[in-house]
């Protein structure tokens, strides 16, 4: 497996339901960052991660708890979502955050929240 | 405010024909710019930067600071081209924020 990949590619979930998202990048990048893509909106950056330590977390709502064991994995943690949570959660990969390197990026889990 | 704007939503456009997708940002630095390209089923990736001068895939995108405008650009457009397209700033000044406009889909018609 090379790239990014996210696991599941859909979640359907109750408001009171808890579940994760997966995220593993195989690049050897020290960044990951997770973003959310709702339809017709700009894309919303929620957390960056640089070598293991959250360096960003863009006013996301504690619901959203994210977790970076190492460099290659991250996590999103998803607990009593609201119905507007509903949306594609991209995870993305870079060298490091902040150097004006490419971003790359996972399939997607699209997430519905019932 | 740090603002990217992509004032088309739905571009269409004939085979063979040029293309040109707008973007147009607000930012008072020197700003990095970028276009990242999202094809059907596939996963979001970076087609250029505007540092890089290069043109992808017969596209090129020219940074107009006295216009504010990064609009992306091909001669000839091919079916293989229909894709979701997003403009994305870096401010010089932000360690990781990528500011991204909303997307023009392109839509070629044979």
């Known amino acids: 497996e090379t790239g990014v990949t996210q696991t599941p590619r859909h979640l359907v979930m109750g408001m009171t339901n808890k579940k994760s998202l997966k995220c593993e990048q195989h690049?050897?990048?020290?960044?990951m960052y997770w973003y959310k893509q709702s339809a017709k909106k700009p894309l919303e950056l929620m957390f960056v991660?640089?070598?293991?330590?959250?360096?960003e977390n863009n006013s996301v709502p504690s619901r959203f708890s994210p977790e970076c064991p190492n460099s290659s994995h991250l996590f999103l943690h998803l607990h009593t979502l609201q119905p507007e949570d509903s949306a594609l959660y991209l995870c993305?990969?870079?060298?490091?955050?902040?150097?004006?390197?490419?971003?790359?990026f996972g399939e997607g889990s699209r997430l519905t929240v019932l | 405010a740090q603002r990217v704007t992509q004032p088309e939503k739905l571009l269409s456009v004939f085979k063979g024909a040029p293309v040109e997708l707008k973007c147009n940002y607000s930012?008072?630095?020197?700003?990095?710019l970028f276009w990242y390209v999202q094809y059907s089923r596939q996963r979001l990736q970076l087609l250029l930067r505007?540092?890089?001068?290069?043109s992808i895939k017969g596209f090129t995108a020219d940074l107009n600071k006295g216009e504010t405008s990064f609009h992306l650009k091909k001669p000839f457009a091919q079916e293989e081209d229909s894709a979701m397209y997003y403009c994305?700033?870096?401010?010089?000044?932000?360690?990781?924020?990528?500011?991204w406009g909303a997307g023009t889909k392109l839509i070629i018609k044979p």
């Open positions: 993305a990969s870079s060298q490091v955050a902040g150097a004006t390197g490419e971003l790359f």
């Open positions: 690049l050897g990048h020290n960044a």
């Open positions: 991660y640089n070598f293991k330590e959250q360096t």
């Open positions: 930012y008072s630095g020197s700003p990095e």
């Open positions: 505007h540092i890089s001068r290069e």
């Open positions: 994305a700033l870096s401010p010089m000044d932000s360690n990781y924020q990528l500011i």
